[in-house]
């Protein structure tokens, strides 16, 4: 039988649970005044600096940024070098940390120390423009998801998971007559599955959120993810603050990023509750094992 709490145990989870709800309620605010203060008007957010609960809602900075006529060209392409940046690492990943687990590869040990050493080492900005240029690949989608396709993080918590299954399955399908590819993709890869959705997790957010290959690969401004269109937005916004000659009230800057912040930010909220079961348990069985 379980036994009662003691007076001292009972003071210790009541302190711990009321200082996580301190902590989460601290985290939570931030986000809450984002939210709040991209609906508020432009008098309380001169009188308010921080917005939790508006007095009266408006709708005008999101209206804002729907007049931009590409708005939504942006969101498709964002949507498409997201899906497709995202399964094509999640591909060559995949079968990259397969093959270094691979105990009967020559040279794995000198490869795993080149993977290690991109953590920490890069070859530059210059040097990594002049590569894509020269394959060709300046204003197309693929400059946007081929120089990142394959994160050297990634790769490794992957390869630690793979290395973590039983070897007694790969030699039962062997002995069944399967094939590398066979094993990858018909036992590996199903047994892989949280560590598999957290690292598409990773991948996707990455993709989503980046903004700075569009600008530096990206010269035709039909072609930009949704990050960039917002950034130009933003940067609109703030030098038109001045402009008061206008018939158009337009919105106040600081409402306008907060808006931009809710609509680059929601589509990864809506996809997190899916993938959420198998995130915490994915990241830690791959950092851990092997």
Same mark, same amino acid.
């Given at each position: ?17 009321? =200082? ?29 600096? =921080? ?57 794995? @040990? ?6 290690? =050493? ?42 630690? =998971? ?23 993709? @018909? ?69 306008? @990023? ?33």
């Amino acid at each position: 039988m379980v036994q009662d709490k003691t007076m001292a145990s009972r003071l210790f989870d009541f302190f711990n649970i009321f =200082f996580l709800i301190i902590v989460s309620l601290l985290m939570l605010l931030p986000f809450l005044h984002v939210v709040m203060g991209s609906f508020t008007t432009a008098e309380e957010m001169a009188r308010k600096p =921080f917005v939790l609960f508006p007095t009266e809602f408006t709708l005008s900075a999101y209206q804002y940024i729907l007049s931009t006529g590409t708005l939504f060209k942006a969101l498709a392409v964002s949507i498409g070098v997201t899906a497709g940046g995202t399964l094509i690492s999640m591909f060559l990943t995949s079968l990259m940390a397969y093959g270094l687990t691979r105990r009967d590869l020559d040279g794995r @040990k000198t490869v795993n120390l080149m993977i290690v =050493f991109t953590m920490l080492f890069s070859g530059g900005l210059i040097p990594s423009f002049l590569v894509v240029k020269s394959m060709g690949l300046v204003d197309s989608y693929l400059a946007m998801i081929l120089p990142s396709a394959i994160s050297a993080f990634n790769l490794i918590i992957l390869r630690s =998971f793979f290395q973590g299954l039983p070897d007694g399955l790969e030699e039962s399908a062997k002995i069944d007559g399967c094939g590398d590819f066979g094993i990858l993709f @018909k036992i590996v890869l199903p047994l892989s599955l949280p560590s598999l959705a957290t690292i598409s997790l990773f991948y996707a957010v990455n993709y989503w959120n980046s903004y700075f290959s569009a600008i530096m690969y990206i010269n035709d401004a039909s072609k930009w993810p949704i990050q960039v269109l917002l950034r130009q937005i933003v940067i609109a916004a703030s030098g038109m603050a001045a402009d008061t000659g206008n018939d158009f009230i337009k919105p106040p800057e600081q409402t306008i @990023k907060m808006a931009v912040i809710v609509v680059s930010t929601l589509p990864i909220l809506i996809v997190y509750p899916f993938l959420q079961k198998y995130f915490a348990k994915g990241a830690l069985v791959g950092s851990v094992k092997g």
